[in-house]
């Protein structure tokens, strides 16, 4: 096992002549916490479809613990460790709250071909589903409909899923956009709670969260890698600063 | 020279310049087929019907003294055609805008297909009522008559002029959207309609304004194809199957590709004939399904992104009405009691179609998968089944198993073919398909063209029950109908179920949580492929036939609308959407060709007011009235506490 667990090299991803990410060159350490910032349109959404394999990149390589998984199919890549959640909170709507974690557990059972059984052979899950939704505080909405909850734990929602994987590494796109301060604060534990057991990439706009919870951040720009280190080397960085001028630094 | 390839140069450059007419056709139908889809974002199925009303436009203006007699009309010729017909068709096409098509903007893709595809089968209906289904000879204009002899082939002046013409109208078109300021606003509106209203441009009118375009193009191809083809009801619906996979090849994204794969498409087609003349009529579609192999997003087309299927399931499943615990004895006994009410036959088409329904309602109500040929699988089982059980001599249970495996291993590979492409392209590809299986069945000898496998013998069923007796046949249909229908209910629960439940939902966190969603959506597909299949080999039985109407689009059409009508996505919806439709067939079946356009109409009406189907409208209702209830019964408790 090496000590990077994603590694980029030369990545590039053009959008019809305009290019969104221009040669980065990532290394995440395993089981750090790694945030990567940058104003909006930076490309950092972006190079999480690349690294999570939801868009081919124009040029460059990934290597996932040493693999390259340069062509790989994004469910294959999820398979192998890595899951990732959306800027827009991705849950199943029409599904309750217990079925969303379900469906994520159900996954490794290998059970989802089966079409002649009744999902009582899931029943075994339950167990599970209720520490997952006892970790972020929801075990009272585990019925409902998971369109009807509040912005807040659809998030916190998306995150359990996410967890229920027990991924190797987490691609964590924006978190906290759109929450309010008591939620980013629960959620802010939740993550540094599990920093202990997998590695976590984030993208984040509020930087006191990243402040908090980084071990190491990359910052971008127009595609480009701008900086890279720890929260005092960047908040101290000139170019960081310039290219947050007029941008949204808080 | 004498001959090139061993083939004569007259029937070579004969192929190749009736290739190149047809492919300029092509070009000009694709075009408006893909103008309007780029800007409405509607796959315009009525285009081929617009084509026939500007061929029968020109028609009746030069027959207007038959028509009118009394009237002292002139007879207006091909000229006066040119000029008139296009903008008559136009307007026509702008009024269905206004009327009809503008409903459906801000639905599902699904929707606008299907209001079309009701809109095609009301029009060319009404034409079919009123003229039968032979054609109209229009000649060829004076001025135009003759030909030159080129020593090699002898070369109709017609048709010169109809290239040279077209070519002009192609280039024209492509010039103005290109590289005009008109053309501009078009693109920009299609990809950002809120800017382009911020520059005061009325978008409502626009739109209008690109689908008259569209379908105007339609009527011109039409009057230019009139002194050709046959002016008939028909010529416009084997044309925009055709247009439709011309589409799928070129991709939609640009008016060159259009023209360049409308031509070269129609040329291919022209030398197939020369060289391999029975795959003439299926050249296109087997070159559709290469390209979707080595390259999915077609050859003018932008990488596709990924995006779900329609979401267009409105059932409530803790619903009463969706409790398969309930309703699969109510179904049995409903069965068991249906042959003492109606006609037993008319029972097993009901069941037969019931069944067909549901297994269409599989892929479109719970994947969301647009798929346009079902009749695919239906038929091809039919055949099988008949084939094997009166040339094979094999027993009913062996020869429907065969035909259900024939549908499966299609199923398969059509869905293989096909879920490379999303949302309307899934349609217009399982359409053209489908369509090759038809061309097939005319052509091979085991499925005697047009007369299709008559006298299916019945036979001994488990070598005990006598399928010849009419109660015998009835309860192995019903029996076949309930385990279809328990299996689809017990897929739709089981972790699978749920896979495809949450692919609906949300295919990126699907794809994100690890499940590879096209292989569920294929299994899907081969599954719904492996039950029509089982509706189709039964029909075979009981109606003791297999023919090409078991193949047709319309037999596609029926499975829509009965699931459409029902209620899609929800269980019991196929069911009696399979009911009211064969029951109204039967009713209509005396007034002949009216029956289709009673089709088209109600396909009209449910998608612009019935879209939950009776059954979804009724677990509305009922929905409703329990949150009421629940309601009241808080408020009550309340002031207690
Ligand atoms: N599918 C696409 N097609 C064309 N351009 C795109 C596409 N996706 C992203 N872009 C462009 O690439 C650039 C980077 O976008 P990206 O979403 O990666 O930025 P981001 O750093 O995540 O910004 P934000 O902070 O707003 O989320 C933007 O200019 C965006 O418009
Ligand atoms: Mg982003």
């Keep these: 096992m090496t000590d990077t667990i994603i590694e980029t090299r030369g990545l590039v991803r053009r959008f019809s002549g305009f290019t969104a990410v221009d040669g980065v060159n990532l290394k995440i350490a395993r089981n750090s916490v790694h945030a990567l910032i940058g104003p909006n349109g930076a490309g950092k959404t972006t190079v999480f479809n690349l690294i999570s394999k939801f868009l081919a990149p124009s040029e460059g390589q990934i290597l996932f613990n040493g693999r390259d998984i340069t062509r790989t199919k994004p469910a294959e890549v999820a398979r192998q460790g890595m899951v990732r959640s959306f800027q827009i909170s991705a849950i199943f709507g029409r599904m309750t709250v217990a079925e969303n974690l379900r469906i994520a557990l159900q996954r490794p059972t290998g059970l989802s071909m089966n079409f002649l059984r009744g999902d009582t052979v899931l029943a075994g899950l339950d167990g599970r589903v209720d520490e997952l939704l006892d970790a972020v505080g929801m075990l009272d909405w585990r019925d409902r409909p998971a369109a009807g909850l509040p912005y807040g734990r659809k998030r916190a929602l998306e995150f359990a899923t996410t967890l229920a994987l027990d991924p190797e590494l987490m691609l964590l796109d924006e978190p906290m956009a759109g929450l309010g301060t008591e939620d980013i604060e629960r959620i802010t534990a939740l993550i540094a709670g599990e920093a202990q057991r997998r590695t976590i990439l984030m993208v984040e706009h509020n930087l006191s969260v990243v402040a908090e919870l980084a071990d190491r951040i990359t910052v971008l720009a127009r595609g480009n890698m701008l900086a890279e280190g720890n929260y005092a080397d960047i908040s101290a960085d000139e170019a960081v600063i310039e290219a947050y001028i007029g941008g949204d630094i808080d | ?641």
Excluded at chain 2, 19 to 37: C, D, H, P, Q, T
Excluded at chain 2, 353 to 381: D, K, P, Q, R, T
Excluded at chain 2, 400 to 422: E, H, K, P, S
Excluded at chain 2, 571 to 577: D, F, K
């Design chain 2, 1 to 641: 020279m004498t001959e090139l390839l061993g083939i004569p140069p007259v029937l070579l450059f004969g192929q190749l310049l009736i290739g190149l007419i047809n492919g300029l056709f092509y070009a000009l139908m694709s075009m408006g087929v893909a103008i309007i889809f780029g800007m409405l974002r509607i796959g315009n199925f009525v285009h081929g019907a617009q084509y026939m009303l500007g061929a029968f436009g020109a028609w009746f203006l030069i027959s207007l003294p038959d028509l009118f007699p009394g009237l002292g009309l002139p007879s207006l010729g091909y000229w006066w055609a040119l000029v008139l017909v296009p903008p008559a068709v136009a307007v026509i096409g702008a009024l269905m805008e206004r009327v009809f098509i503008r409903r459906v903007y801000n639905l599902e893709h699904a929707y606008g297909l299907l209001l079309t595809v009701g809109m095609a089968f009301v029009i060319e209906g009404l034409f079919n009522v009123k003229f039968g289904a032979a054609g109209q000879q229009y000649g060829v204009p004076d001025l135009l008559k003759g030909g030159v002899n080129l020593g090699f082939m002898f070369l109709p002046i017609y048709r010169i002029w109809v290239i040279v013409a077209a070519l002009v109208v192609c280039f024209g078109t492509w010039a103005v959207i290109e590289r005009t300021r008109l053309g501009a606003y078009l693109r920009a509106a299609t990809e950002n309609p809120d800017l382009v209203r911020t520059f005061g441009i009325n978008v409502p009118r626009m739109l209008m304004l690109t689908y008259a375009f569209g379908v105007g193009l339609a009527g011109l191809t039409g009057v230019m194809a009139a002194p050709i083809y046959q002016v008939s009801p028909q010529m416009g619906q084997s044309i925009i199957i055709t247009i439709f996979a011309v589409v799928v090849i070129g991709g939609m994204g640009s008016i060159m590709g259009a023209i360049v794969s409308g031509i070269g498409l129609g040329v291919i087609e022209g030398l197939t004939k020369v060289f391999w003349p029975e795959a003439s009529s299926t050249a296109i579609f087997i070159c559709m399904a290469l390209v979707l192999i080595l390259r999915p997003q077609g050859l003018f087309g932008k990488e596709t992104s990924a995006h779900s299927g329609a979401d267009i399931t409105i059932a409530r499943r803790e619903s009463i009405l969706e409790n398969g615990r309930i309703w699969i004895p109510v179904l049995a006994i409903g069965g068991l009691l249906l042959p003492y009410l109606v006609y037993p036959v008319f029972a097993m088409k009901i069941l037969c179609f019931a069944l067909f329904a549901c297994a269409y309602n599989l892929i479109f109500g719970y994947v969301g998968l647009l798929a346009f040929g079902h009749a695919a699988f239906f038929g091809a089982s039919a055949y099988g089944t008949a084939h094997l059980a009166s040339v094979w001599g094999w027993s009913p249970e062996a020869s429907l198993l065969g035909g259900v495996v024939l549908a499966t291993g299609l199923g398969a590979l059509f869905g293989w073919l096909a879920i490379r492409r999303q949302g309307l392209y899934f349609a217009m590809i399982t359409l053209a398909l489908a369509q090759v299986l038809v061309f097939y069945a005319v052509q091979a000898n085991w499925t005697h063209g047009e007369d299709g496998i008559q006298s299916v013998p019945r036979g001994m069923l488990f070598g005990v029950f006598d399928l010849n007796d009419m109660m015998t046949m009835y309860f192995f249909v019903l029996a076949v109908f309930l385990i279809g229908f328990a299996f689809i209910y017990r897929l739709l629960r089981s972790p699978f179920g749920q896979v495809l439940r949450a692919i609906r939902d949300n295919e990126a966190r699907a794809t994100s949580l690890g499940y590879s969603t096209e292989r569920f959506k294929l299994i899907a597909f081969t599954l719904s492929a492996l039950l029509a299949g089982v509706a189709g080999g039964v029909k075979a039985l009981v109606f003791q036939i297999a023919s090409l109407a078991d193949l047709h689009f319309m037999t596609s059409a029926d499975a829509l609308l009965m699931t459409l009508i029902g209620g899609v996505g929800t269980i019991l919806g196929p069911v009696v959407g399979a009911a009211i439709v064969v029951t109204l067939q039967r009713e209509f079946a005396e007034f002949g060709a009216w029956v289709i356009v009673v089709q088209g109409a109600a396909f009209v009406l449910c998608v612009l007011f019935l879209r939950q189907g009776v059954v979804g409208t009724l677990e509305n209702w009922l929905g409703r009235r329990a949150e009421r209830a629940r309601e009241a019964g808080l408020s009550r408790r309340d002031p207690a506490e």
